[in-house]
């Protein structure tokens, strides 16, 4: 499964990139298998997607939690929470 990933803000900044395509393994079709297999990566991946680390998902333009469904072809955005005023 392909699945063309995008980070925003701070986490552009610290992983190096604004975007990417990732490849699954069959069998992994949720956000929560994802940011395992990002988290694997070490280093920053590891730090910035840490379980309590505060960002947001969205599968294709909506909202996700980490129970939600991924599937090929898919978009997924990661990005930390957005204030403003």
Known sequence: MKLKVLYFARLRERLGMAEEVVEL????GMVAMLL???RARGGAWAEELAAGKNFRVAVNQDMAGMEAPIE???EVAIFPPVTGG
């Open 25 to 28: 393994p069959d069998g992994m």
């Open 36 to 38: 395992d297999v990002l």
């Open 72 to 74: 090929d072809g898919d």
